[in-house]
C-alpha cells in the first residue's frame, strides 16, 4: 500500500541514532507506509468524531487487531512499538489539523540538543 514518504525530517532529532535509522527504514518499507496512512486516516476520523486528544497505541493496537485479521498469521506485518511515539509526533507535524492531538509523554524526542 503506498503511501507518502517523510515530509521532512520529522521533529525527533536528537534520538540516538540506532532508533532514527531503524525508524526510518521501517517509514520507507511497505509496513511503515501502510501504518502511516492507517494512522493519518484514523486520526483524521477521530478528530472529525470530536476528539480532541487520543492516545496513540489504541490506534497503533487497532491497527495491528485489523491487520492480523486481513493478512493473516503467514504475512509478517511489521508493527513495532518502539515507533510509536515518533510516528505520532510525525503525523502531528505532518498535517496541522492534528496539531497537539495525540497525548504524549516527554520523551528523549523532545529533549534539547
Known amino acids: ?3 507518502p514518504t ?5 521533529p525527533f532529532d536528537p534520538l540516538p541514532p540506532r532508533i532514527v ?9 511497505d509496513d511503515g507506509r501502510a501504518t ?5 486516516k484514523r486520526a483524521r476520523a ?3 468524531a470530536g ?3 487520543f492516545g496513540i497505541a489504541c490506534i497503533w493496537e487497532a491497527i495491528r487487531y485489523d491487520f492480523a ?3 493473516g498469521g503467514s504475512k509478517g506485518f511489521r508493527l513495532n512499538n518502539d515507533h510509536r511515539a515518533l510516528m505520532a509526533r510525525e503525523i502531528m507535524d505532518f498535517d496541522p489539523e492534528l496539531d497537539g492531538f495525540f497525548q ?3 520523551s528523549i524526542a523532545d529533549e534539547e540538543g
Open 51 to 53: 476528539f480532541r486528544v
Open 1 to 3: 500500500m503506498p503511501g
Open 46 to 48: 477521530l478528530r472529525a
Open 36 to 40: 502511516f496512512v492507517e494512522v493519518l
Open 21 to 29: 535509522r531503524e525508524y526510518r527504514e521501517w517509514r520507507e518499507a
Open 6 to 10: 517523510l515530509p521532512v525530517d520529522p
Open 104 to 106: 504524549l509523554r516527554e
Open 69 to 71: 485479521l486481513r493478512l
